[in-house]
């Protein structure tokens, strides 16, 4: 046969077609596997052979965002629909029960997103690419010291570094971005040198980095790699993320005079009732409860996540349609944050809203279940103690608001970072 086919097409052209064939079968074979629609699917399309619908999602990253991508599918069909990103058949969900299958159930029905370029990243040792066991005994050494008593003893240190950095503002023209992002890098810098030191001294201190090395040393302890890898995590998941929020904050204040007005009341009263110099405490900044309802309409509106990758890990029914095990699933947050049958009027910037208690799994601005954000608390204590320095103390004008979002950022920012000019009030 192969003798008879060597005539026929000359002999160096066999080993070429076999060269040929080797490497292309495994790509027909994976396309095929990949485009094996088991029954019971939401509607939707997986787009083109291998690429899916890839192009057109990272298209839409310079215009508006995964949120764009998804709401064209969505109103074609429906809230729950496939799609095929990244090499990877994808399952799209979102309102309340979309939010509860995709996030709640422990790790039983899900697990992390499992894009391997983030994971590189962010690192393979660090939480956010690890699953199961080893993540639950990661995240509780993490959340050891941002939350709770580690986090109510840092008050001082973080409203000493808020004045600090505002100190700098006054009587000047600012990119708020720019200097919230500067103000955590100082801070990194500063980590590093307190890591070396640490190590030199063994003296103990109370924060994550040292509940982490005590970890380390106990039986089931965090390794070097794993503690390195999860402080620079901390330290990107920290960073744009807060300074966006802070930035956009004050970008809907300056829109809503009105907000405003409450908001500074607010600290005036909270100020009027401390000495001159009185540092704040945690009970003080937990009565703030107006500043609490600007934050979360502030997040709410900042889209800083939009969607919340996981993976099935096993086949999972919602609505009538199936799940399959292996397929990714994106929570569509931005469909929920922005319903107008749950919150009225969605792009207005209306902190009342939050008054009385929203249905449940309706607002996740930290996402939720095993993965929620450990840095909630951190971020909500930041935020509040800037605004209290920074609305009572000035008044500010936005030089060009552009209102332009750059959505090719991991975490969406203003396009021109927001340039502000800071008088003393
Ligand atoms: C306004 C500020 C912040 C917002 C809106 C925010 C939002 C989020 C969201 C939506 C997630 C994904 C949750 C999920 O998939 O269910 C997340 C994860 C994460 N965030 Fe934040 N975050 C903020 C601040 C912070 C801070 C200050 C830190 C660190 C100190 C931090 C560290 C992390 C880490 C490490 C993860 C991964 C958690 C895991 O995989 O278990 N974040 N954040």
């Given at each position: 046969m192969r003798m008879a086919l060597e005539e026929w097409i000359g002999k160096g052209s066999v080993g070429i077609i076999g060269i040929l064939l080797g490497a292309f079968l495994p790509i027909v074979w994976c396309f095929c596997m990949s485009r094996r629609i088991p029954k019971g699917v939401p509607p939707g399309s997986l787009g083109w052979p291998i690429l899916g619908e890839t192009l057109d999602f990272l298209a839409c990253r310079r215009t508006g965002g995964v949120a764009s991508f998804f709401q064209l599918r969505r109103k074609k069909h429906g809230e729950i629909f496939k799609t095929h990103i990244f090499f990877c058949p994808t399952i799209v969900i979102a309102g309340p029960e979309g939010q509860k299958m995709g996030l709640s159930d422990g790790y039983n029905s899900v697990e992390a997103g499992n894009f391997e370029t983030l994971k590189d990243l962010f690192g393979r040792n660090s939480l956010f690419s690890v699953t199961s066991e080893q993540h639950k005994r990661m995240k509780r050494a993490i959340l050891g010291s941002l939350q709770g008593k580690a986090l109510r003893d840092r008050v001082q240190r973080v409203e000493k570094l808020t004045l600090d950095a505002l100190k700098n503002w006054e009587g000047k023209e600012v990119i708020v971005l720019k200097e919230t992002s500067q103000a955590r890098r100082e801070l990194l810098k500063v980590v590093r040198g307190i890591i070396e030191q640490r190590k030199r001294s063994g003296k103990y201190y109370n924060d994550v980095l040292q509940s982490m090395l005590q970890i380390q040393e106990s039986s089931n302890g965090l390794s070097e790699d794993e503690i390195v890898e999860n402080i620079i995590l901390l330290m990107f998941g920290g960073t744009d993320t807060t300074s966006t929020a802070i930035t956009r904050i004050i970008e809907f204040l300056a829109e809503n005079p009105d907000e405003l007005t409450l908001l500074q009341e607010e600290h005036d009263r909270v100020g009027r009732n401390l000495q001159a110099d009185q540092p704040l405490t945690w009970d003080v900044i937990k009565s703030m409860s107006y500043t609490y309802k600007v934050i979360s309409e502030g997040l709410r509106l900042s889209?800083?996540?939009?969607?919340?990758?996981?993976?099935?890990?096993?086949?999972?029914?919602?609505?009538?349609?199936?799940?399959?095990?292996?397929?990714?699933?994106?929570?569509?947050?931005?469909?929920t944050e922005f319903n107008p049958q749950i919150f009225d009027e969605p792009l207005r910037f209306k902190p009342s809203r939050f008054e009385n208690p929203l249905p449940p799994l309706t607002?996740?601005?930290?996402?939720?279940?095993?993965?929620?954000?450990?840095?909630?608390?951190?971020?909500?204590?930041?935020?509040a103690i800037f605004l209290h320095h920074f609305v009572r103390k000035y008044r500010w004008r936005v030089k060009e608001n552009l209102n332009e979002l750059d959505f090719t950022r991991i975490v969406p920012q203003p396009k021109n970072g927001l340039p502000i000019f800071v008088e003393l009030r």
């Open positions: 889209r800083i996540a939009d969607a919340l990758p996981r993976t099935a890990v096993k086949d999972l029914h919602i609505q009538g349609y199936k799940i399959p095990k292996g397929w990714r699933i994106f929570v569509d947050k931005e469909a607002f996740i601005p930290f996402g939720g279940g095993p993965r929620m954000c450990p840095g909630m608390e951190l971020a909500t204590l930041q935020i």
